[in-house]
């Protein structure tokens, strides 16, 4: 066996090819003044010239006598969902590989079979066909699906964290080990947004920001930790699938809703408990008697005074400054939202109840003579209510999908006529995957691809020193389209031989696989939009 480079969660040595002819890529230009044991990777433009036994820039080549090889095995879905876990097939040989591939196995049962573009290897420059175009068949319809490893220059995560805590200023920066690598976006309903990566600064800094960017995308979108700190605002731990980490503090719940909201939800609930409800909340606080819920339920005014600008009845913007307090704000003392409670229409023993939109925070007061709030015991009854929002909170959790463009030149490695591509996926006519997993394909021009990394095997993506990110992508369509659209048709081929040969451009250079059973929530790749029509 030889030595190379470990990568995470891959086998610790590559195959022995002893036995196996040494065939190079016939469309790979020797360089001259290269020493004879080493092989050129043209997998990217770094082009590493690779020592054997060795592993090229980015990890994901290798010289392996004489044969550049993918050292990750490609990662096949299967759809049979009896399996308890993931079967992983160990690397196997070019001969063996033909064997098994003649003999009654699961790959016999094609449409059970998907291949994803993890690990399959990337082509360059990029008018060469993509390394896997297979062939298959779905409900009796000839199917193709172009696989590649694209290269992603331009990319970014959105990422979406689950929290009501202000984390920092929208377009604040964000940054990695002190680089700059994304900014805060707008934020949404319960969450707070940042958009990180990006070309900007994957190229357009210094070659440690790109290097940092680069790295931070890697780690997010393999589902893997990251710590960000935010001008002005927060520090946190992020990763997909995961709860944030803000300042240290795990996030436990995402908001039932917004102030107006949670008071709309609950009023019912409150209804004679409390004569007054008010949801603190940095964005948009409720006041129970004035909002439409208490109107509708014919409550009488309490004749409370709450700062910031009314909206619309019962609802207030700007009650306090975005913190990490009460419903994001920076409160720690409720009252101090309150400007008093108008004689006119409050009276004496009146009972408020004050509480965040994760019910987190929460306070009961009853009015004294002089119609100022006391703090009390809460009420059983009340705090039940209270629990029930907490109830209904959603776990928090930290979201990362990928974004990337994949309307330039990858296109050609699927068609000679890279304009047709884009406008049959814009007419539904090729399902677009990363992974296997499901891909939102934006409106407009190009072919600007968004995916949850949640939904994809692990470790679905890599990196090359340009600096850029490498993705998995599948475009799956029927086989008379791809004819049509211009597809390399010398190159379609089937599941067997795709297998058993390896990528077209690496024949001699042994295909290692593994299965991943398909994610219960992806529909299966094929079979998708090309046979609806
Ligand atoms: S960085 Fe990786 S893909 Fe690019 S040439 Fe080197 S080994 Fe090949």
């Not at 993509?130 to 959105?158: H, N, R």
């Not at 974004?403 to 399902?431: E, H």
């Not at 891909?439 to 993506?461: C, E, K, L, N, Q």
């Amino acid at each position: 066996m030889t030595e190379h480079t470990k990568t995470d969660g891959l086998p610790d040595t590559l195959p022995d090819l002893s036995a196996t002819p040494v065939v190079l890529d016939k469309s790979r230009p020797r360089n001259e003044r290269m020493a004879t044991d080493k092989v050129e990777c043209n997998a990217c433009p770094v082009l590493c010239q690779i020592s054997p036994g060795r592993s090229g820039a980015c990890d994901r080549y290798a010289n392996a006598d004489g044969v550049l090889i993918r050292v990750d095995p490609v990662v096949l879905l299967r759809r049979t969902l009896a399996e308890p876990e993931a079967t992983l097939v160990a690397f196997a040989s070019r001969s063996d590989a033909s064997a098994e591939a003649s003999q009654a196995n699961p790959l016999a049962v094609q449409d059970e079979i998907f291949v994803t573009g993890i690990g399959s290897s990337t082509t360059y420059p990029d008018y060469k066909p993509a390394p896997f175009i297979v062939a298959s068949q779905v409900a009796g319809v000839d199917m193709v699906t172009v696989v590649t490893e694209g290269i992603f220059s331009y990319c970014s995560l959105k990422v979406k964290i689950d929290t009501d805590r202000w984390l920092g200023p929208e377009q604040a920066n964000v940054r990695c080990q002190g680089e700059v690598i994304g900014h805060v976006t707008t934020a949404e309903y319960g969450s707070q947004m940042l958009s990180l990566g990006g070309v900007h600064h994957l190229t357009g800094g210094s070659k440690k920001e790109g290097r940092v960017t680069c790295d931070m995308m890697l780690k997010l979108s393999n589902k893997q930790a990251v710590e960000l700190s935010i001008d002005g605002g927060a520090q946190l731990i992020v990763q997909a699938g995961k709860a944030p980490v803000v300042n240290g503090v795990e996030e436990q719940r995402m908001r039932v809703g917004c102030g107006s909201a949670t008071v709309g939800i609950f009023a019912k609930q409150f209804y004679g408990l409390a004569d007054e409800v008010v949801v603190v909340d940095d964005h948009i606080t409720g006041v129970l008697t004035q909002h439409q819920a208490g109107r509708c339920l014919d409550m009488r005014a309490s004749g409370i005074k709450i700062r910031g600008r009314k909206s619309t009845p019962g609802r207030y913007f700007q009650v306090a400054n975005p913190g990490t307090g009460w419903g994001g704000t920076d409160l720690t003392d409720p009252l101090t939202i309150i400007e008093g409670f108008d004689a006119d229409h409050a009276w004496p023993g009146q009972r408020v109840l004050m509480v965040s939109t994760t019910g987190e925070h929460k306070a009961w007061f009853v009015l004294d003579d002089a119609l100022v709030p006391q703090p009390q015991p809460m009420p059983p009854a009340v705090q039940a209510v209270v629990d029930r929002i907490g109830e209904n909170c959603e776990p928090s959790l930290t979201t990362v999908l990928f974004l990337g463009g994949a309307g330039g030149s990858l296109r050609a490695g699927v068609t000679d006529n890279p304009v047709q591509l884009t406008r049959r996926i814009k007419q539904a006519m090729v399902n677009v995957t990363c992974g296997g997993a499901p891909a939102y394909v934006w409106p407009g021009g190009g072919i600007t691809v968004m995916v949850d990394v949640m939904r994809m095997p692990d470790h679905s993506f890599g990196t090359v020193p340009t600096p850029a990110i490498v993705a998995p992508i599948e475009f799956s369509m029927r086989l008379d389209d791809y004819r049509a659209l211009g597809g390399h048709m010398e190159h379609v081929r089937s599941l067997d031989d795709a297998l058993a040969r390896g990528a077209w451009h690496n024949d001699g250079a042994p295909t290692s696989r593994r299965f991943e059973l398909l994610a219960a929530a992806n529909p299966w790749p094929l079979g998708q939009p090309p046979l609806l029509g």
